[in-house]
């Protein structure tokens, strides 16, 4: 006779109709074909959108022509999009897939689709870590991130205690993240102020968030962590799937739950801290992606996976609007609070229905 957690593992291990299973360190998980195509689909449309976006611009190109600059020397042209144009489309890319991939964790966690680290403080937390760093200590990219990094974690530590209670309800982060988001921006607004007039410009403006002054050494210097923090990612899937099941079946599955949620908040709040100290805040990804993504692969739960590359695709054509399409240019981060605007009250109406 088999015991209860191994029957519980045996379940875990079966794959549902309709899925293939994934490998991933320390055994695998479950993957709808449904999902599967979406996220093919969204791939072969973020290098569709790649290569429209790098064709635009004042030194217009023709598709072929683009790609001819990229694997072949075309002078003058393999300059433009190799070296201006190709940072900007690469870094909108891996940003958005980190920050597509911390609002799928958060949401899991709290079990709410309003459980993003833009809503619930981290975001804003890091913005206060790099402000902190740009109008009083000074210093370069590293020195911003470390204070992004920072601000962030130490947002998520003081969210975390506020709503401890015998343990973290996701409802409970939710409503202490927002309290503390906005006493952060009221501190913000403070530093702000208090800054010399140029270095509060700069700080003001690099806070609307920005994909114009990323280069390819920022590329770099922010795609290693990053990387890091994709494995980091697939390690904590599958401990965050048995918490999906509630604190008893998961702890039954042997899963630490307090372990494992603080596991799952530290690799969320640092995927988007490394991009908010790179292009400052950007707002709304990191909610609807998730939900996107869902609703796209029809699963009953967030795929981290296809919400990343949904983030990637999301972050991707914003820019691409803010850019070329809007008179004048517009940091990618305003085009994303607007949409992403529209975005929250729609959710806002679809949970108020959904409790009457």
């Known amino acids: 006779m088999k015991a209860p957690l191994d029957r519980g593992a045996e379940h875990y291990r079966r794959v549902p109709d309709g899925h293939l299973r994934l490998p991933v360190p320390g055994g695998s998980i479950p993957i709808s074909r449904r999902a599967l195509l979406v996220g093919v689909i969204t791939t072969t449309a973020i290098i569709a959108v790649a290569l429209i976006a790098l064709s635009l611009g004042d030194y217009p190109l023709s598709i072929p022509e683009v790609i001819a600059a990229i694997f072949t020397d075309q002078g003058f042209a393999s300059t433009i999009v190799i070296e201006w144009r190709l940072p900007r489309i690469v870094a909108a890319i891996i940003f958005g897939a980190a920050l597509g991939a911390s609002g799928a964790l958060f949401q899991t966690l709290t079990r709410n689709p309003l459980g993003s680290p833009d809503i619930i403080g981290f ?3 890091a913005y206060t870590g790099a402000i902190i760093v740009i ?8 020195a911003v991130s470390a204070g992004a990094l920072a601000g962030g974690l130490a947002t998520a530590a003081v969210v975390y205690a506020l709503a401890w209670r015998g343990g973290v309800q996701g409802f409970r982060l939710i409503i202490v993240g927002i309290a503390v988001t906005a006493a952060l921006s009221s501190l913000n607004t403070f530093l702000l102020l208090r800054a010399q007039t140029e270095v509060a410009m700069s700080a003001s403006i690099w806070g609307a968030g920005s994909l114009s002054l990323v280069g390819w050494n ?19 899937v599958r401990p965050l799937r048995q918490l999906e099941l509630g604190d008893d079946a998961a702890r ?10 603080l596991l799952v908040m530290f690799v969320g ?11 400052g805040p950007i707002a709304f990804i ?4 998730p939900q996107v993504a869902r609703r796209l692969s029809a699963s009953a739960g967030i795929p981290v996976a296809g919400s990343a590359i949904t983030g990637a695709f999301l972050l991707l054509v914003a820019d691409v609007i803010g850019q070329h399409l809007v008179p004048g240019s517009v940091p990618v981060g305003i085009v994303t ?4 605007g529209v975005y929250l009250v729609i959710l806002l109406v679809n949970e108020a229905r959904k409790q009457l």
């Open 123 to 125: 975001s804003t937390g």
């Open 135 to 142: 109008t009083m200590l000074g210093g370069g990219f590293v």
């Open 218 to 236: 920022q590329v770099v210097v922010t795609a290693v962590p990053l990387l890091v923090l994709a494995v980091g990612t697939i390690l904590v």
């Open 252 to 261: 039954a599955h042997g899963v630490r739950t307090e372990t494992a949620r």
């Open 269 to 279: 709040v640092a995927l988007i801290a490394i991009v908010t100290a790179a292009s």
């Open 286 to 289: 990191a909610l609807a992606a």
């Open 337 to 340: 609070v607007v949409i992403g």
